[in-house]
């Protein structure tokens, strides 16, 4: 069991460019989740699927953003037209389905537009 | 409704001491309420969590006590270490639905 991962950890980019995460879930977790975390706040939920249907979006996740889960293994989320506020940290998190099972976190990807 | 509000801000304790982290809610759809540590720099880390059937879990040095009628949990760290230093968060969710998260209470144990 390698745990969630995310893909790039760091990303810097200029105002107006898009750019795209990757997250890996736990392999037999067919839930993923997205989430956005500014500093000093906790993290903030975007949108989540499960296996490859999207089932729920935040009303933070403006169309700049989409999140996709193809094949219902790893995701990927992308920001079009970056601003100065979508700096942030990008968590992913995956789960089970069914009963009480926890979501676990992924490290994270920073992005710091400028 | 969606909130859940998390006190106090930070905290500073002593080595061997007890911090204990409150959170409060109001939507009564919410049936798991766990606990996670921050470390900076890392993703949160999955502590702890509680079910509303119950009203106190254990696990090693961290415990939980829910109190349903007053919509109130609390994260207790018992003999506390300078390793325990980091952001603890508190959430709710509906039946494992996305998590709303507190905003987080900045620990610092001292040696």
């Known amino acids: 069991d390698t745990g969630v991962s995310q893909d790039p950890r760091h990303k810097i980019t200029k105002r107006g460019q898009n750019v795209t995460f990757r997250c890996d879930p736990i392999?037999?977790?067919?839930?993923l989740y997205w989430y956005r975390q500014t500093l000093g706040q906790g993290p903030e939920f975007l949108t989540y699927?499960?296996?490859?249907?999207?089932?729920?979006k935040s009303r933070l996740l403006s169309d700049r953003f989409s999140a996709e889960r193809p094949k219902g293994s790893f995701s990927t989320l992308e920001i079009q037209r970056t601003e100065q506020g979508d700096s942030a940290m990008y968590l992913c998190?995956?789960?089970?389905?069914?009963?009480?099972?926890?979501?676990?976190f992924g490290p994270g990807t920073r992005l710091t537009v400028t | 409704q969606q909130q859940v509000k998390q006190s106090p801000q930070s905290l500073i304790v002593q080595k061997g001491g007890i911090p204990i982290i409150n959170c409060a809610y109001e939507n009564t759809a919410f049936d798991y309420f766990p606990w996670y540590q921050q470390f900076p720099g890392k993703g949160p880390a999955l502590l702890i969590a509680?079910?509303?059937?119950?009203s106190e879990k254990k696990e090693g040095r961290f415990t939980i006590s829910f109190n349903k009628s007053a919509k109130q949990f609390s994260l207790h760290i018992m003999d506390s270490q300078p390793g325990d230093s980091a952001t603890y968060f508190c959430a709710a969710s509906p039946h494992t639905d996305k998590l709303i998260f507190g905003t987080g209470t900045r620990l610092q144990v001292f040696p």
């Open positions: 392999s037999e977790h067919n839930r």
């Open positions: 509680i079910r509303p059937d119950v």
């Open positions: 699927f499960q296996n490859e249907a999207q089932l729920e």
């Open positions: 998190a995956s789960s089970k389905t069914g009963g009480f099972y926890e979501q676990y």
